[in-house]
């Protein structure tokens, strides 16, 4: 049947694109057929894309990668920040010199000191020996077990807040202990006070789990973790206490209790040897502190102030996991802290750094409030959120570039023991007399053998080794006068002008026979300490 018109049903299509057999069957055109002959070949069509491997891999990969975000990059970042300037334009200050001469005594050495004093950095001690046995690295070896211990600290608080209140509150929880300026401070220094953090904040962790799980491979791990870091230093069992509040806090069922009972008792237990031995030489240890000034309350009020600010927030704003979070967070950050403060009112044992792991209770709440406020960014228009997002980037950059900068500075410690004992080795001759006002400066120098074993140490009697302490010990005060005045020239190692000065017998006899007997042919003062350079009247010279 033909429509109006005459015009077959295929008008409007070209004759050569439709072949019809006399049967009415479709016969493929020659383009077709070679199209069908690579296809049955090849098993594609020609010219067309081959197709990749599965695809099911790529959300796998992209899901491993959501769940490690958390962990991996305030790992990253905090791994970044503690490498750049590590050397700390080639500074050192005291307490770190203590480490580095301590670490190259040998373990017998070691073994002698820790029945006198710092038996509370003990097993910090024997780890930085280890460090210095498999690679002398001076200051970067000095510092790196710090660096990794920030990193393992910021990854710890992220896994904390990535449980408590989602994988980005977790990752920008660990970002913010990172980028803490004290955070960054400790992560380039040759103590034990990163390395307690990162032992504290993965036993929260495991504490964290131990509650919602029970098993008890958390509760061992959890135990075990928080008594290393007790070992490490000793006050880092006052986590106990913060833990124990959160779960006052929490209404937890009795078996959780008991579980717990029996963790802090277990490192409590574990940790009674060096709790004997250290009070024992508390005295010689802490004896130099006094109580906390108003400078200290106020930061610590201050900081406990703005993360109850931010908890309460997030609790109103109903945030995921507002409450569990500040149930953990805040006795972390206030209890360590506040109890050790209360304490030394009465006898001082209190400094920042000995409970520096309270950082995690200030970084959880930070962390989770800018997630908060990422998550509130639909509200504003495009050009405005690019505006503040801008503007927040800006002044983050702001505040923390010239802390950044700072800690990285030798003036960001009390002293430069490198800039000493270059100024010592430029000013002091063969066979000077050397003293040090008070003798506990003579750590200005004990890192520096070559520069130390040039003079003739006028007060000393017993080296520190020979003596199994960390400064060694000096004559009496006769004998020292005795000394002085056989000497022609001598460097003098002193405080810079307006610290206290000792009130001992025998560094009184140092004043007061170099101001009779002697001039100051030469004072040099670098960062936390003078040198000056003492002859007898006339006899200066260059």
């Known amino acids: 049947m033909t429509e109006k018109g005459g015009g077959s049903a295929s008008a409007g299509i070209p004759a050569r694109a439709v072949c019809v057999s006399r049967t009415g069957a479709r016969t493929p055109t020659p383009a077709e057929e070679a199209i069908t002959q690579h296809l049955d070949a090849t098993g594609t069509i020609p010219g067309a894309r081959r197709p990749g491997p599965p695809t099911s891999r790529s959300p796998r990969a992209a899901g491993r990668w959501r769940r490690a975000a958390p962990v991996a990059v305030p790992a990253l970042a905090a791994l970044a920040l503690g490498l750049w300037g590590i050397e700390r334009q080639d500074s050192m200050w005291r307490d770190e010199s203590v480490t580095y001469q301590v670490a190259h005594r040998s373990p017998a050495e070691l073994w002698g000191l820790l029945g006198h004093i710092d038996a509370v950095h003990g097993l910090y001690y024997l780890l930085m020996q280890a460090v210095f046995a498999g690679w002398d690295g001076g200051l970067t070896a000095l510092r ?165 600010l931010l908890c309460r927030l997030l609790v109103r704003t109903g945030a995921p996991g507002a409450v569990a979070l500040t149930r953990l967070a805040l006795p972390l950050l206030i209890a360590p802290a506040g109890l050790l403060m209360t304490i030394s009112l009465v006898k001082p044992w209190y400094v920042d750094r000995y409970v520096l792991y309270g950082a995690t209770g200030l970084a959880l709440p930070a962390g989770a409030a800018l997630s908060w406020a990422i998550g509130q960014r639909h509200r504003l228009a495009p050009p405005a959120r690019t505006l503040t997002a801008c503007l927040a980037a800006g002044t983050a950059v702001a505040v923390l570039l010239p802390w950044s900068l700072l800690v990285r500075s030798p003036e960001s410690r009390k002293d430069d023991v490198v800039a000493v004992a270059r100024t010592v080795d430029d000013q002091a001759h063969q066979g000077d007399g050397v003293l040090f006002m008070p003798a506990r400066r003579r750590e200005w120098l004990l890192s520096f053998p070559e520069v130390y074993d040039r003079l003739d140490d006028l007060a000393l009697a017993e080296s520190p080794t020979a003596s199994r302490t960390l400064h060694g010990t000096e004559r009496d005060a006769a004998a020292i006068h005795r000394r002085i005045l056989a000497a022609d020239r001598v460097v003098a190692l002193t405080d810079p002008p307006g610290q206290p000065l000792d009130p001992f017998p025998q560094e009184e006899v140092k004043r007061r026979t170099l101001s009779t007997h002697f001039e100051v042919c030469e004072r040099t003062r670098v960062q936390g300490a003078q040198i000056i350079v003492y002859a007898r009247p006339g006899r200066c010279t260059p």
């Open 144 to 308: 790196l077990p710090s660096v990794l211990a920030t990193a393992l600290a910021a990854a710890g608080v992220g896994a904390i807040g990535a449980r408590l209140a989602g994988r980005r509150a977790g990752t920008l929880a660990g970002l913010v202990l990172a980028v803490l300026p004290i955070i960054q401070q400790y992560a380039q220094e040759g103590r034990s006070y990163a390395l307690v953090t990162a032992g504290v904040t993965w036993a929260t962790y495991f504490f964290l789990r131990a509650t919602a799980d029970s098993r008890a491979r958390w509760w061992t791990a959890y135990a075990l973790t928080l008594y290393v870091a007790s070992w490490l230093h000793e006050f880092a069992a006052l986590a106990l206490l913060a833990h124990g509040l959160t779960l006052w806090r929490s209404r937890p069922a009795r078996a959780d209790v008991r579980r717990w009972a029996l963790a802090a008792a277990g490192v409590g237990a574990g940790l009674l040897p060096l709790a004997v031995v250290s009070a024992g030489q508390a005295e010689a240890q802490l004896g130099w502190l006094g109580r906390p000034g108003l400078g200290a309350w106020a930061l610590f009020l201050g900081l406990s102030a703005a993360a109850a």
